[in-house]
């Protein structure tokens, strides 16, 4: 059963629109989040994180949010341009095993940014 | 700096086969490790390394071998491919395991094709 789940495989957005891509968990025990961004022929790069102790992390137009409660996390980026069409894949880590080799990765949702 | 390099890009093999797929980094980082990513399921790790002569299993292990002579290097070997084994791949790489601290970069990817 997948404990990191991003259920919308894909998403379309205009150019300049906000887009919200979604991420969902299973494990309680989770309290680290990241999210890589994918182009096509090229290996995942880090984006963003946010830690359990926040609520919201912000990084130029990437923010990320986190609803501990409800177990979710969601990626914003306002604007949106066509250079943000890629995968995004969200990953988590376990509060008790902090390293790569224990980081769990979602299935990724492909956003394509409408010119 | 070349980050972390893989060859081939593309492969095809088939069923029963064996070959080695390549990973290079020239950042002097400690951590080292191998993903798979199959539609539909996020990034799977297969075997990883803290460093030179150290190799320890991840989720999806069976049927690859590792070793790691140097910190540069640190090659997937598939004994006798499978159609099972048809996925991309990917190798990583950072200074440390822990995800707090530090940053894991990815090379390019090899598609594998097992007919």
């Known amino acids: 059963d997948q404990q990191v789940k991003q259920n919308s495989p894909s998403l379309s957005v205009q150019e300049g629109r906000i887009s919200i891509l979604n991420c969902d968990y299973t494990n309680s025990m989770f309290d680290y989040f990241l999210w890589y961004k994918k182009y096509p022929a090229e290996g995942p790069t880090f984006l963003i994180s946010?830690?359990?102790?926040?609520d919201k992390n912000e990084d130029g137009r990437f923010t990320v949010f986190l609803n501990k409660s409800a177990k979710h996390l969601s990626l914003h980026i306002v604007p949106s341009q066509p250079g943000d069409s890629a995968v995004y894949f969200c990953a988590a880590s376990d509060a008790s095993k902090t390293s790569y080799d224990k980081v769990i990765f979602g299935p990724g949702t492909s956003l394509s940014v409408i010119p | 700096n070349a980050g972390v390099t893989q060859t081939p890009k593309f492969q095809v093999l088939k069923t029963g086969q064996s070959m080695t797929l390549q990973c290079a980094q020239d950042?002097?980082?400690?951590?080292m490790s191998w993903y798979r990513q199959d539609p539909g399921m996020g990034l799977r790790l297969i075997h990883y390394s803290v460093g030179a002569g150290i190799t320890d299993q991840g989720e999806v292990p069976n049927g690859y071998n590792v070793s790691r002579s140097t910190t540069e290097d640190f090659p997937l070997r598939l004994l006798s491919a499978a159609p099972s084994q048809t996925s991309v791949y990917f190798c990583a790489s950072s200074w440390s395991s822990g995800v707090y601290t530090d940053t894991q970069y990815f090379g390019p990817g090899t598609r594998l094709t097992v007919l």
């Open positions: 946010i830690s359990s102790i926040k």
């Open positions: 950042m002097n980082h400690e951590y």
